[in-house]
């Protein structure tokens, strides 16, 4: 190939003619190009308001309740995750009673998880808890869909997520949920204030209101002063609180924590668990929180879905799971537990149905005392400190002589911490008669246990 | 005699100036314009000037003393030389390829790693740019554009571009799977995804690219000389041609103290980020 000949220098007559075809162009692409941006933009703007708002959303949908009358901010029916190409062979080889390991050596098909139902109530810590390959994770992934499930349902508030178009998803997750990770999942190039603000910054809320809220939630989570510092700067476990502060801030109805305080020291797990309590007590946000440890489960848990190979094995109170283990599987599982640090206060307490606040008058105490039939109450601050307990008798003497609720209190009141031991609980009780507080150790009310409680577990015999 | 591979390459060649002359003329006109206007000013800036602004920038860039003086003691040495005409030819052509392969590739970069079915053939093509000898790329660059500047950025270009794909590919795929989730989670659009969690968490990556870039620019800017893309090269070529040792010393010594002083700059813009 000859260079000297290809080797033309650009000549007049190709500019010219470059310039009157650009001409010509350029005026028909003009017109082309303006309408389809045009539409493309209003679209744009549609698409941001979602066609509906977030209220419409919920607007007709029905908020289910159970049996108790209890609301259920998340009801999970007949959810599978099958992954591989062709999950409908697997699904038929699992209605079978195929189990995961048969299923993959005949489809190559990974079974998450099978035909797993469930309802979590609304304010509840719900733990899902399992060995790791048991689905857990899989499964809370499906309840924000970060992973699409095969068949079933995930219902929140009455709205069916797993049907719902992007836009709409989208939504949901940004006001609804959210979600703490188990490696934290800050990043790495935002300072702590704009990773905590980061749910309200893809919302559009502006600077000022979200850097606002997001010092709200870190000083809420105990790390103030530390706004302008790097995730980098922080130990693991001022991390999670940052994570937990993200979460947090978007004031999501429901929370999913990912093996959240798993990749933490024992001590700092420990101290985290003793934050969450804290945080629950104040904010009652409904809580799926998974974990492979049972101690963490039996501490954190009001309720406890245990898993194995992608199923629900048992679901109960933590009770229930350490006295009637489903089957060897929970039995084995349960073997494992540290007893004595186990069957603690924290365990055995209920949250307390009926309390009166110190800021209501002798006349509802009374009223709310004779509704639910007791003869003592648990009186509690506005801060859900406890101030002490009362008699009725006392409230009807003080009502005819006229008086506040304040003075009958009896502050003199026995209290436990969440980790004091069932034995010393017992001890107590057999002194009093009455339900003992269970508090945190800024006096915060966290639950009760009540002497039939005691009375179950002192007929166990020498089970502590 | 030439194998049917080399004659279609021929036809083909004819073709795409035949028919798309136009284009390739409106590519020409669009690179004209960033080198004239920084042409306009490294031409004319008085070489004091240039080094004490270079000083300037350097100490706010690299936040020490001691570099930004010998950042611009190597400027003050190019031009006790004699080629600071030369090197400021050279500069330019550098930094505007630079400009224009990193303005291309990254945006390159970012759909092959957010499109399973764009990955393979840009990879393909990144293989193909990064492998074929820089020489090669002279040829279509003179037979398309002519000689002079422009053919030298444009051949400049297209070898420069492959690095900063793949490390803006790469970068971006490395960002844990985690990261994403979070994005996800918090119902952040794609777009958002894209710009506030994986950009800035790829970013040493894609600086790393970027200073890639700005070194396969000027070591391509040096050979394209030989289609008549001036500056230092120039100098290199002609003094290959006299055997003339003392001008090759010192030019290759310009090449090497630029060299040197942009991979500095772009090293210390990253780590600062």
Redesign the interface.
Known sequence: MGLNKSVKRPIKAIDDRFNSIMKAKMCSTRSKVEKPLRSALSNFHASHNYGKSYDDIFADTEFPTDDNGDRIALRVRNLSKIFGKHPEGAIKLLEKGMSKEEVHRTTSNDVGIYDVSFDVREGELFVLMGLSGSGKSTLERCMNRLIQPTSGQVIVDGLDITSLDEDVLRMVRRKKMSMVFQNFGLLPHRDIKNNVAYGLEVQGVSETERLQTAKKYIEMVGLSGYEDNYPSDLSGGMKQRVGLARALATDPDILFMDEAFSALDPMIRSDMQDELQKIQSELRKTIVFVTHDLNEALKLGDRIALMRDGRIVQIGVAEDILRNPADDYVSRFVREVDRTKVLTAGVFMRRPRNILYTSQGLRTALRIMEESDRNTMLVVDKKNHLAGMVESDDVLKAVKSGGVLEDVTICDVPRVKIDTPMKDVIQMMVTTNFPIPVIADDNTLLGVISPSVAAEVLGEGGDI | M?SPV?VF??DL??FI?KYF??LL??F?DILNWPLDILGRVLYNIDPMIFIAVLFIISVLIVKRLIAPILISAAFYFIYWMGYWDSAMITLNMVLVSALVAILMAIPLGIWSARSERANPVIKALMDFMQTMPAFVYL?PA??F???GIVPGVIATVIFAMPPVVRLTNLGIRQV?K??N??A??????EF?KLT??QI??A?PSIMAGINQCIMLSLSMVVITAMIGGGGLGQDIVYALSRVDVAMGFEAGLAVVLIAVVLDRLTQAFRDTK
Do not use: Y
């Open positions: 030439v080399g390459a021929e060649v004819n100036e002359g136009w003329n409106l020409k040829i003179v037979i554009f002519g000689l844990n985690e990261m989730e979070v996800d989670s918090f119902g952040s659009t958002q506030k969690v800035p968490a970013m």
